[in-house]
């Protein structure tokens, strides 16, 4: 700053001083030290003059008998109305103080958009008010941390004000969660004393190879971590403390971009990068602006090791975001703007948004949500608020409330009306979960879910259901296969099986039942052997020799192989179909998009044709949903037996309270057939939908 600059800060200076005179904090000290504080803050941030003066005067008008209009006649109406913006309406009556704060703020919203900088005094004010909490009762810190939380730092956030953003969450955090904080803040220097060691090998060793290649002017840190962030992670993603801070941190500063390409192949080579966990900010800055190297390197204790590279130009971006900008505004006009363009465009859809409210406190409320764009805020019928990331939905609700009401949720409402299960919530809205305790998860709530535990309690649930279900599956496709070769399973005795489990590798019966309930082995096909065996004594690999039936017939070129139709997926003429290749010249004819193949992607397949005007029926899986009703089945038999076609098999069973899930083996020619039969119970009452194969 120049001279006269200079002059001008003290004048303002002295008329705070003399206003705030009489004052005290109420920590008993001289008022005065509040506005230095917050001007200091802005003067390391190197604000402009009129800022700081600002800042040395932002309580005058508010807490003193000083006029805003000798403010614009010694310092000028910029000064003044930025001082204005961070002063509390104190001359129009309000009802109350709730009324009172949320018409102040929106006068400070509306005089930001005119000046960013009124945001920049009042994030700094913010800032040393919350340093000083000590001394005010326990009841007003967590209020001031709470509005903090809520309004400030997603404000800061919003305007890449990142490292005032963290200083104010981890205060906010000390203030709510006093020992929490403390518990965490113990933990994480116990760690870092652990690590010292590491931490200045690994430092010592990046600037060793820098030199060794004379770059100059770098800065190496391990980067500090922000205990409010590992509060929230742990939190949030159920994660533990170790978990959270596992990794070691590095951040390089450097002069120029070229250096950080430089600094990054010399990382490279000095320990191992982990492959693609590399990230370019730099040509490709984050949609925020935000511009750096990412890498992770295998350490040399096997830690893993992140680290950012970046200019000092960009470590001052994401540090400060639109604050930078009066820094570098003068050295280089055209470099990194962008955070200011972008905090104006948002502060002017701010303007929108106060435009389309109704009230003050409406346009608080839309603030908020706009300030957390990518969360929506949901209650329960008993009133609690549940934050969850934008497109969850009420079953995320549910396991976010408690897993077990996430397993045994079954349908949802708002409002009275019923909600899809699958579709996303909005802000504000107040769901009612239905829960039925024999209810259980679906595997189609895998296709919605968006929040991480939502997910893994679900596939939790699955994996454990899984192992018996199919074990009980399998058996019973075995129990039927057997019955068509007139053999009850209960003839198949241990000595038969033995040779057979040797044959295909397998332990146990367990394991058999379970391929074949996942559809690993066909039933008809173990069957067909086991019955051999059983029946004439024969030897299992003879048995395969023996097979009656040869579809062959139905498939062009099958060059001598036995050709089984897989009973995981029931082909049909017009399908697409791949062969399973198995020993002996067997082969099993899948569907080209059967899951059975797909999850086993080390087999040998070769895709096939289907031969022209095949005259036999085949048999054909579909599943129908339908609602619950009497006399529902009776209507679906009737209506296929209607359309001249055989049910070869049936079974049902529950999807939920209110839904069954039919599966038919139906016999048809192609599929040209099976898709006029499945429209035709498409038009059924009750019935839900119609689909080819199980649902899973
Ligand atoms: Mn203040």
Known sequence: MDKAQIAKIEEAYLLAEKAHEPQKRQSGEPYIIHPVAVATT???LHLDPETIMAALMHDVIEDTPVAKSVIIDKFGETVAELVDGVSKLTQMPFRNKAELQAESFRKMILAMSKDLRVILVKL??????????????????????????????????????HKLRTQLEDLCFEALYPYRSSVLSERLNKIYGNRKEVISVISEAIERACKLHR???????????????????????GLSFIDVTDKYAFRIIVDNIE??????????????????????????????GYQSLHTTLFGPYGVPIEIQIRTRLMQEMAENGIAAHWLYKSSDPNQNTDARIRAQAWVSNLMEIQRKSDSTTDFIENFKVDLFPDEVYVFSVDGQIFELPRGATAIDLAYAMDSNLGNTCVAAKLDKEYLLLSSPLVNGQVVELICDKNAHPNALWLDFVVTSKAQSAIRHYLKNQLS?????????????????????????????FAALIQELNLNNKSELFEKIGVGVFVARLIAERLANIVVKGTHPEDAVHSMQKNESLYIEDSNGYKIVLAECCYPIPEDLIIGEVLPAKNMLVHMGNCASIVARKNKE??????????????????????????????KLT???????????????????????????????????????????????????????GKIV
């Not at 002017?217 to 409010?228: N, Q």
């Not at 085949?618 to 009703?629: G, M, P, Q, Y």
């Not at 037996?641 to 083996?665: G, P, S």
């Open 215 to 237: 770059l100059p002017h770098l800065e190496v840190s391990g980067r500090e971590k922000h205990l409010y962030g590992i509060y929230k992670k742990m939190r949030d993603r």
């Open 468 to 496: 018996n279900d199919t074990l009980l599956t399998g058996e019973n496709l075995l129990a039927k296969a057997l019955a068509k070769f007139n053999v009850q399973l209960a003839q198949v005795k241990d000595d038969h």
């Open 259 to 288: 250096d950080c390409y430089r600094v990054l192949g010399y990382v490279h080579n000095l320990y191992k990068p982990v492959p693609e966990r590399f990230k370019d900010y730099i040509a490709i800055p984050k949609a925020n």
């Open 42 to 44: 802005l003067a390391e």
């Open 638 to 692: 009737t209506a296929i037996t209607m359309m001249q076609t055989n049910i070869e098999d049936f079974y049902a069973y529950h999807l939920n309270d209110y839904e069954r899930v039919l599966v038919l083996i139906v016999m048809v020619r192609d599929t040209i057939q099976l898709n006029e039969i499945m429209n035709e119970i498409r038009t059924l009452e009750y019935v839900q939908s119609v689909s080819r």
């Open 605 to 634: 397949c070769v895709s096939l044709i289907w031969k022209d005007h095949i005259k036999d029926q085949f048999a054909a899986e579909i599943s129908v949903r339908v609602l619950n009703k009497v006399g529902m089945l009776n």
């Open 124 to 161: 700094a004010d913010r800032l040393h008010n919350m340093q000083t909490l000590g001394v005010v009762s326990a009841e007003k810190r967590r209020r001031v941390a709470r509005e903090t939380l809520d309004i400030y730092t997603p404000l800061a956030s919003r305007l890449g004000m």
